[in-house]
């Protein structure tokens, strides 16, 4: 499988990734957070800031220009984040894996786990469209909030909902992360 790689890829990939994922670059300089994603958070009545850091952590790739960004066509399979340079290559990458029986995996920007959310998701194919992935742990995220009653907590069941003790520090460290994005959000 070929792996990307930051020191490898071609600029029209990054443009094109950049523009699926973010909107046009102009919406930067206006506000942190992509239009894309406030779009979204609207739509599911969630903070945007929330929806974004959770993404940056989740995917986050930091492109030539040193900017940290989602990277929609990311799988994470035990443990080890892949990052692949074109929809087509994650799909492949995604499906040689579904096929070899292997299905605990993240999948995209918002890294939704296929084995869990299989449904949701839809295909491997629409698994890795950036909306659709993005709604749904979009839908993830606002579903949490529903059971848990905070934001904060709701962030740390995206990534770990059970609870046991280690889910629930692994849920604790991963709402510092998510939290920590938020603040350089601020201040870029």
């Known amino acids: ?3 990307f790689k930051s020191i490898g890829c071609n600029r029209f990939g990054v443009v094109i990734a950049t523009l ?3 909107g046009i ?3 930067w300089a206006k506000d942190s957070i992509p239009a894309n994603y406030r779009h ?3 739509e599911h009545r969630l903070p945007a800031d929330v929806l974004y850091s959770v993404a940056i952590t989740e995917s986050g790739q930091k492109l030539r220009s040193g900017k940290l960004r989602p990277w929609p066509w990311t799988l994470n399979v035990a443990g080890k984040a892949l990052r692949y340079p074109t929809r087509l290559a994650a799909w492949r990458g995604l499906t040689e894996y579904l096929q070899q029986g292997v299905d605990l995996i993240d999948i995209g920007i918002m ?3 296929w084995r869990y959310h299989r449904e949701q998701l839809g295909s491997p194919w629409q698994a890795l469209e950036p909306f659709h992935n993005t709604r749904t742990g979009a839908r993830i995220l606002k579903r949490e909030h529903q059971k848990t009653g905070t934001w904060k907590t709701a962030i740390g ?3 770990s909902p059970g609870s046991k003790p280690k889910q629930q520090e692994r849920a604790q460290h ?3 992360r998510v939290v920590k994005r938020m603040a350089q959000l601020r201040s870029e």
């Open 40 to 42: 979204i958070a609207a």
């Open 157 to 159: 069941h995206y990534h």
């Open 174 to 176: 991963y709402t510092q």
């Open 111 to 113: 890294q939704v786990n």
């Open 20 to 22: 699926l994922c973010h």
């Open 1 to 3: 499988m070929a792996v």
């Open 25 to 27: 670059p102009t919406s």
